[in-house]
């Protein structure tokens, strides 16, 4: 049998080439060697206020986006992660598993939370729904940055402490981390991850923005002092970070792209990297926009769901029945 990997992206902001070089593109390489399920996860959205019509807009656009990448709904299922109630219920399962300790010690939780007056209980506990997503598929393998492994191991220790409870039922999941590829950084500031939260549009490139707006980007992308086009990323970070942007766009090796810009100063081969990037988001924005207007998206997120819930529903039905719950009759 295949292994199972799952793996979802919030609905909250534009998503950027980050999330395509980082997540995405991986997602198309992976729905050929393991049974896949790519989740909108629109729950975890929900942790900060979201305005209705753009949390509907954007869950609908990141779920089209992921087709646009290529990924097959006939190979993988792409849904809603609210589509699949089990995800809420078996995230409420969990949470009573979880202690206050784990989920202060999570760096996100701290990061997000400084400095604000108010922090919502959600955004606290999330940590034990996104356990959930990834044990109701009994998932092998967890796509993760970096910024997502302390929450994966917190996902482990649930599995295990599940199992030592209950009697073994859950898998515990690995992480999926690509070699290469997997952190693209901010255009404005190569010590932060780009990000479709990052207040500063100039900072990302969305996978929908037009090839005007590409160009005026990474023309204003900031470089390091000196005149090299050179991967150095301790010492050059800024210039290393957009030469791994050309790499991933372009195909060509960082070696190759040192080469190709030996001896030129930034300005050619930040308007070269403009054309790559363009280059490559042209054929996703057509197949978006072909995928809006048809709405087939519907029907996709309909069968995604449909599938999705079958094995989650097995899932929860064996969790319930171990920890002692009166089954509907």
Known sequence: MKKIVLSGIQPSGKLTLGNYIGAMQNFVQLQHEYDCNFMVVDLHAITVA??????????????????????????ANVYMQSHVPQHAQLGWIL?????????????????????????????????????????????????????????????????????????????????YIP????????????????????PNAGSYIALLDSPADIRKKISRATTDSGREVKYDPANKPEVSNLISIYSQCSGLSISEVEQRYEGQMYGPFKKDLAEVVVAKLEP???RYR??????????????GAERAEAMAAKTLAEVQERMGFLPKA
């Open 179 to 198: 070699k290469v590829g997997a952190r693209v950084m901010s255009l404005d500031d190569a010590s932060s991850k780009m990000s479709k939260s990052n």
């Open 290 to 303: 072909e995928i809006r207007e048809s709405g087939e998206i519907t029907e996709i997120l309909r069968q």
């Open 50 to 75: 979201q305005e209705p019509a753009a949390l509907r807009e954007q869950s609908e656009s990141v779920a089209a986006l992921f087709i646009a990448a290529g990924i097959d709904p006939s190979k």
């Open 284 to 286: 996703i924005q057509q």
């Open 95 to 175: 949470t009573t598993l979880t202690s206050m300790g784990e989920l202060e010690r999570m760096t996100q939780f701290k990061d997000k939370s400084s400095g604000k007056d108010s922090v919502g209980a959600g955004l606290f506990v999330y940590p034990s729904l996104m356990a959930a997503d990834i044990l109701l598929y009994n998932a092998d393998l967890v796509p993760v940055g970096e910024d997502q492994k302390q929450h994966l191991e917190l996902t482990r220790d649930l599995a295990g402490r599940f199992n030592h409870r209950y009697g073994d039922f859950f898998t515990i999941p690995e992480p």
